[in-house]
């Protein structure tokens, strides 16, 4: 045994068990879990090598293919939150000196340029304004000056409630003999998505928006060109808990330990992604689309703008114009104060000059708007 | 609206509500989660900034660095599993080219040599046989040799059941100038650790072994001087998801956005830390040792034997001989198949010649023992 040292107790705190209040969480996500899934995250955790639990893994990839519209063998969850899926998407695709394009129109554009940029590639950009996107025609202008190895594109932009379409790039860039990589944080499960038949390498989302599950166990998948490329590395990849390789050993045949999965999340992303598969995936983006417009007009009804062009806003994530006079903040705080809801901020070039009001997953339903437009309806 | 597209269902499965069997997890991790724990997962979540979470992060570092004994300002849960944590630790710390000294007696040593390879470490090792440890001479001796700038240690080694005694190491460290990188995966919260008078600069755990609860968000600490190195870098860290920098900027007084936090995981680490704060962390210690004890005489009782030797095992996690003639696998499927046990096998050097007991956190009770040995009794 090791010498009896004394016990420091600065740090104690005396605490009560954890109340929280119950919010409805209109921002740009979380989004409120569904129930059920709530309620499986709180069943006892299985070991991760469990014959049962593996049965869990493989549900999980087939359903997450389901909502991705892809059949990509290698599509599994990532132990962490939406950022460690982008990441790995980047750790697993560039190596020291690839040249990737990067379109830059809000805040997880420029996410993207930063992780590129560590792992070592020649990052280029083209930027739009944020809430605009990326005509084809400015892509294959950018990829014939860049000639980029990997094209980065996202989907469904959360800072700026634009979406970007994709007709069309995935021919681009099999001209051009590059990777698609794309953001679909905030478009999986509300918004529509053909990762195969768009030709997508790389895409990457979050489990706590339009699947409406909690935050921390996050869709990845990539092509068998992405991983051609991952096979044809003269190095490691240089992050060893996203090393595809080695996670492709753990989700597949082998069963091969890697680290210890975050189990009573995975059992909420099975559960989120089995109501997602009874809703049918076309029927939730449906949903998403109705509701939303559903909030549109009703913001317009009390005098509110959105910001994007009504044709490329996205169901999941709208951004309203703060009017003039208002103190965008203020009213934020009393709505999640007085009224328990949440809408986000804007961000950097949005900063103060938009609201960002989520209907994601579960919380896609007429109730929200009513109970959002009436809340705003007194604080402003 | 993209073009209408239709909808491929061959990846589509028909699955009924979660439905898991219960098991008592004796393996390496994780173990059974404390109910209070489970409960506190399933409930809504906030938002990651919303003033209420914040308010459970700030209890979460303090409850930490009373677990841990330290007073390191940044002391936080990553958003990952202990292998995140572990990785944080390296990406934080190492600048390529920097030598870094690793004792490597087990699977988790050298786990720490493939990372800290990977970010670019010139890597030196001292090894031991699995199940042994170093003394303070032999790891003088190769500080001399090596004068890294990283000493990297496995306090509790999960693949073999031994402790590695630090006395004595944190001041060779400062002789040395060097820094103490210390394995806190399976002693955190069940054996005797005070990482400020020991002199550890980093440390790293895991939320599903000494803290009882589910698996997901991953104790992560490091000291001034570990971040002196950190803040005297050249270059950014070369991973994002785990930059420290930023992570500072969300947990600490500028609340800045890095990324969605997995909220319920939060909320169950919380519970836990405050589970063992109520308990007194000295009290879960001593608990853990009490019935790691009655385990080994039980365990001798039905003529087994320990793999270590007895002054160094832990009392988190035990290696149990499998005897001769005895099929270890077969019996471990027969204690998970027949009596809902799970206890783990051997890895590398002691694949098929141990089976590893766990007895951590909520599981490190005296009906725990009890059941593994009426069902081992029937088994072997």
Chains 1, 2 share one sequence.
């Not at 995935?170 to 794309?182: N, V």
């Not at 689309?289 to 009504?310: D, P, R, T």
Request: overall charge neutral; aromatic content about 6%.
């Amino acid at each position: 045994m090791t010498l009896a040292m004394s016990i420091e107790t600065n740090q104690l705190q005396q605490l009560k068990p954890l109340s929280v209040p119950n919010r409805l969480l209109l921002g740009p996500g979380p989004c409120n879990a569904h129930p059920t899934v709530l309620q499986a995250m709180s069943t006892t955790p299985l070991g991760h090598l469990d014959p049962a639990f593996l049965q869990i893994m493989d549900e999980i990839q087939s359903l997450l293919r389901y909502a991705w519209q892809t059949d990509n063998p290698h599509t599994i969850a990532v132990s962490g939150t939406g950022s460690a899926a982008m990441e790995a998407t980047i750790a697993n695709s560039v190596e020291p000196g690839d040249v990737m394009l990067i379109g830059v129109a809000g805040y997880f554009g420029n996410r993207l340029v930063d992780m590129a940029g560590r792992y070592g590639a020649d990052v280029r950009t083209i930027s739009k304004p944020w809430g605009q996107n990326f005509s084809i025609e400015e892509l294959r202008a950018a990829m014939a000056e860049h000639r980029p190895k990997i094209l980065g594109l996202v989907h469904a932009e959360t800072s700026t409630g634009c979406r970007q379409p994709i007709d069309g790039v995935g021919e681009l860039c099999r001209e051009y003999d590059c990777l698609l990589l794309l953001d679909t944080v905030t478009s999986l499960g509300g918004v529509p998505i053909h990762l195969d038949k768009w030709g997508v390498d790389l895409a990457y989302s979050c489990s706590q928006k339009g699947l409406g599950c909690a935050p921390g166990a996050s869709p990845f998948t990539m092509s068998p060109r992405a991983m051609a490329k991952l096979l044809a590395r003269k190095t490691k990849v240089p992050n060893w808990y996203l090393d595809m390789l080695l996670l492709g050993k753990y989700w597949g045949a082998e069963r091969m330990y890697h680290h210890t999965a975050p189990i009573n999340l995975y059992y909420g992303l099975r559960e989120a992604l089995r109501l997602v598969s009874e809703e049918g995936i076309d029927n939730s983006w449906a949903r998403h689309q109705a509701n939303v417009e559903y909030l549109w007009s009703s913001l317009e009804s009390i005098g509110l703008k959105m910001h994007v062009e009504k044709q490329y806003r996205l169901p999941t994530l709208t951004t309203v114009c703060i009017p003039d006079g208002v103190d965008g903040k203020a009213v934020a705080k009393q709505l999640l104060t007085e009224h328990n809801i949440e809408v986000g901020g804007g961000l950097g070039e949005l900063a103060g000059k938009v609201w960002r009001v989520g209907l994601m997953g579960y919380n896609s339903r007429k109730e929200s708007v009513d109970r959002l437009i009436a809340a705003l309806t007194q604080v402003i």
